[in-house]
């Protein structure tokens, strides 16, 4: 007995290959930005049940500081990587400069206020740096990337054989 109304198929239309990733970087950011938060209002609450309110500023402000220099360079590649896609390594490497002076100033130069707890602080900002990488890996691995433009030996076949239809009606 055979069910008529199933497809002799999986697929309803032929499959059709997929591109890359319209925006690697903006997808990178939200879902390192949504695992972070998770993460900060989690750690907060521990801060909130184990200390006082201090402890949870500290842990919102570590959390905080980190997330923001990360975005920083996904924010800045998926600005830029949309009008200038070759350039995107150069602008990573510029915005890892900026994160890296950026954050020993705030570090350095700020003097640590009395109410915040140092070692909430610094768990928060450690934690937020192995969540926010350990995301950022999993997501880019993900991603699907354009490696070779299958399209241009195509072009270039069509523009021979343009050009050579030309040719022959040139001399007839």
């Known amino acids: 007995?055979?069910?008529?109304?199933?497809?002799?198929?999986?697929?309803?239309?032929?499959?059709t290959a997929s591109g890359p990733t319209a925006s690697p970087s903006w997808n990178i950011l939200k879902k390192c930005l949504q695992t972070g938060g998770i993460?900060?209002?989690?750690?907060?609450?521990?801060?909130?049940?184990?200390?006082?309110m201090p402890g949870v500023i500290s842990?919102?402000?570590?959390?905080?500081?980190?997330m923001l220099f990360f975005a920083l360079s996904l924010f800045a590649a998926h600005v830029f990587g949309r009008n200038r896609p070759k350039?995107?390594?150069?602008?990573?490497?510029?915005?890892?400069?900026v994160k890296v002076f950026g954050f020993s100033a705030i570090l350095f130069a700020l003097?640590?206020?009395?109410?915040?707890?140092?070692?909430?602080?610094?768990?928060?900002?450690?934690?937020?740096?192995l969540v926010w990488q350990a995301t950022e890996v999993v997501i880019f691995s993900k991603q699907r990337f354009l490696l070779?433009?299958?399209?241009?030996?195509?072009?270039?076949?069509?523009?021979?054989a343009d050009a050579d239809r030309d040719g022959e009606g040139a001399q007839s």
């Open 148 to 160: 070779f433009d299958d399209s241009a030996p195509a072009l270039k076949a069509q523009e021979n």
């Open 39 to 52: 993460a900060t209002v989690v750690m907060a609450l521990a801060a909130f049940i184990f200390t006082d």
């Open 111 to 129: 003097a640590a206020p009395s109410w915040l707890n140092k070692p909430w602080f610094a768990g928060a900002a450690v934690a937020s740096v």
């Open 59 to 66: 842990v919102l402000c570590g959390a905080v500081v980190v």
């Open 1 to 15: 007995m055979k069910d008529a109304s199933a497809n002799n198929s999986a697929a309803p239309r032929p499959l």
């Open 87 to 97: 350039a995107v390594m150069s602008i990573f490497f510029m915005s890892y400069i």
